[in-house]
Nanobody
């Protein structure tokens, strides 16, 4: 169906930057939105940024002004440029994709979204 492979997480100092990458494979024609979620220890997974298939973006308040999500449809990839990182940004970051409504119906899929394996971002002095 769809597989998401993400990378780019690392240990950085406060104020540093990282660029996360996620590449989708499989039935990529079915993908509608792509984006990023984060999950800190003991916390619920929450949205960071979403990019629709036209390039429109949504950012969580905590990400606005610091993070930039972008998408390359030709490469079936989504990126998250993370700047001015804070210790509170420490989390596992998961790539996300959901589908055009037609595809799950056409293919008999039960799921409407896929997740990457996660990449660890640690911001610490």
């Amino acid at each position: 169906q769809v597989q998401l492979v993400e990378s780019g997480g690392d240990l950085v100092h406060p104020g540093g930057s990282l660029r996360l990458s996620c590449a989708a494979s499989g039935d990529t024609i079915c993908i509608s939105n792509m984006g990023w979620y984060s999950q800190a220890p003991g916390k619920e997974r929450e949205v960071v940024a979403i990019v629709n298939n036209a390039g429109g973006t949504y950012y969580a308040d905590s990400a606005k002004g610091r993070f930039i999500a972008s998408r390359d449809n030709a490469k079936n990839a989504v990126y998250l440029q993370m700047n001015s990182l804070k210790p509170g940004d420490t989390a596992v970051y998961y790539c996300y994709a959901d589908f055009n409504q037609e595809c799950p119906v056409k293919h008999g899929w039960l799921e409407n979204e896929y997740w990457g394996q996660g990449t660890q971002v640690t911001v610490s002095s």
